[in-house]
């Protein structure tokens, strides 16, 4: 299995050490677009995964809508945030896993996961996971995650378009991409493309224009 860089590793260590601005990526309320998904119908009796899944409150809103629903997260520290500021009183059945009734948190690197270690998934949820690594990882990062799958899952897909460029995360991701990505072996239906003209970022880093992208992709093979 690939192994994330320790550099790429340390930079989110980092980040969650120092919270703040450096964690800024973290919403504290429930995506629109998580809602969106349970209004579709496709949480449903589904096991979510949610790759690089920090302290997002998105995990509780899959968990009271869908079967189950498994989190992996590098950072303990994260993790630590997500149970303490939730009240959660969690079991740890192993080192690493977390469990507090139908929503489990793994303590890992997605690079280092198999699919027993997860399960059968029906939908990948993810909210600016793809943005987060830079453009020489993300081909690794999309083979990780669809090792994980099977054909038939669904893979939801948040991202951010922006001008001019960034070099460093949340990187600009857009349509043209997701196609490069995923095209192979998922069907790809661009569901969203909403500009954010009031995104911290635009202000933040003076950038021209962003969109905030949502694709819905179902994989064939």
Known sequence: MFTIPRVETQFWIDSWQEGGSKTSFHLPSVHPHARLLADRGLLDDATVLVPLCGKTADLLFFAAHARSVVGVELVAQAIDEFIAENGLSPRQPRPGVFTAGNLTILNRD???????????VDLVYDRASLIAFPEDMRHRYVEAVTALTAPGAWYFINTLEYRPALPSPPFSVGPADVEAYFGERF??????AEPRPEHRMV????????????FLLRRFQ
Do not use: M
Not at 110 to 120: N, S, T, W, Y
Not at 187 to 192: G, K, N, S, T
Not at 204 to 214: I, P, R, S
């Open 110 to 120: 997605l690079f280092d996961l198999a699919p027993e270690d997860i399960g059968p």
């Open 187 to 192: 069907e790809i239906d661009h569901l969203l």
């Open 203 to 214: 202000e933040k880093f003076g950038l021209d224009d962003l969109v905030e992208h949502g």
